[in-house]
């Protein structure tokens, strides 16, 4: 298990941009599936990106060419560049770890959250 410590959010017009990082403490960093989900209220929690202990991503459709998720192994962190923010993606972003890979990127494949922070898109 790691202890995770979002960053980054607040308040942005649409267009905009933000960039989220989540701080991990513990050991073996680079060994672990990152993760970023948000959940919206009303909604359920879904994926946004994942970034392997590889380097390999993966990311919900509708922030493909708009988000980047990426990570920094010397410092234990894990980024989310947002782009082109849109109204849509109001919510609370939630830094995930899963240890070694996992198959489905789904919130009961990782074992370890953040505290989450909020995401707030004007229109």
């Known amino acids: 298990q790691v202890q995770l410590v979002e960053s980054g959010g607040g308040l942005v017009q649409a267009g905009g941009s933000l960039r989220l990082s989540c701080a991990a403490s513990g050991s073996s960093f680079s060994r672990y599936t990152m993760a970023w989900f948000r959940q919206a209220p009303g909604k359920q929690r879904e994926l946004v990106a994942a970034?392997?202990?590889?380097?390999?991503?993966n990311y919900a459709d509708s922030v493909k060419g708009r988000f980047t998720i990426s990570r920094d192994n010397a410092e234990s962190t894990v980024y989310l560049q947002m782009n082109s923010l849109k109204s849509e993606d109001t919510a609370v972003y939630y830094c995930?770890?899963?240890?070694?890979?996992?198959?489905?990127?789904?919130?009961?494949?990782?074992?370890?959250w953040g505290q989450g922070t909020q995401v707030t898109v004007s229109s």
């Open positions: 970034i392997t202990p590889g380097g390999s991503t």
């Open positions: 995930a770890a899963a240890s070694g890979y996992v198959y489905m990127y789904y919130p009961g494949a990782f074992g370890s």
